[in-house]
């Protein structure tokens, strides 16, 4: 299986979370989501709770308080540019799953790479949040909302297009139909037709198509 990367971004809800954990092991590969704040964090030195706040105050919807008050649209800008360095370092030294983070734009000219968006009906979601989750259903309501509505506005701002968007995803999939598990397992099958079988090299490939 050659070097690769596959990129997951999610709507609150679907489980794109412990999918990309579990597809992780199926595959075994590393899986980075939190890390990158917390290396971004160590880059910038910067306590790791700034970068969060910065990250997910980052929309056109929610009031930019910051701490201290220098967040500015500049001071965002970098910690994006520092995250976006450290994707590019992991992706370019190991095979990975990299969760959010517009992960698919700052690898969008990476030739062995995978997008991927998950999603799940409204009813799932809420579902999921409730039983998975262990939120209230008003509660659930809210993140629902306020979460997707963040998501959106952060990967609008900083790529340019919406994470769902089917002209920047190699595969748009719902999480409902297969649950964690089976979306894991076929998304792994999906992997290794794409990049082949793990321990097969590109000499194998090319012999096995002669």
Do not use: W
């Amino acid at each position: 299986m050659k070097k690769f990367v596959i990129t997951i971004n999610r709507n609150f809800g679907s489980l794109g979370r412990p999918i990309a954990k579990r597809l992780s092991e199926l595959l075994n590969v590393e899986y980075y989501d939190r890390d990158i704040v917390e290396a971004a964090a160590k880059k910038m030195n910067l306590p790791v709770s700034v970068i969060s706040r910065i990250e997910e105050k980052r929309s056109g919807f929610f009031s930019m308080l910051f701490p201290l008050g220098n967040d500015s649209p500049e001071h965002q800008r970098a910690v994006f540019e520092a995250q976006s360095e450290i994707i590019r370092d992991i992706a370019a030294k190991e095979s990975c799953i990299i969760v959010g983070r517009c992960a698919d734009y700052v690898l969008k000219d990476e030739v062995d790479a995978m997008h991927v968006y998950i999603y799940a009906p409204y009813a799932d979601r809420l579902a999921n949040c409730v039983e998975s989750l262990g939120m209230k259903k008003d509660e659930a309501k809210r993140m629902i909302a306020g979460v997707d509505k963040a998501r959106d506005a952060y990967h609008r701002y900083f790529a340019g297009y919406p994470a769902d968007d089917p002209d920047h995803n190699h595969f748009i999939i719902n999480s409902a139909l297969l649950e964690v598990e089976g979306t894991a397992q076929a998304l792994a099958a999906i992997t290794r037709v794409k990049f082949g079988e793990p321990g097969e090299g590109p000499e194998k490939k090319e012999a096995a198509k002669g």
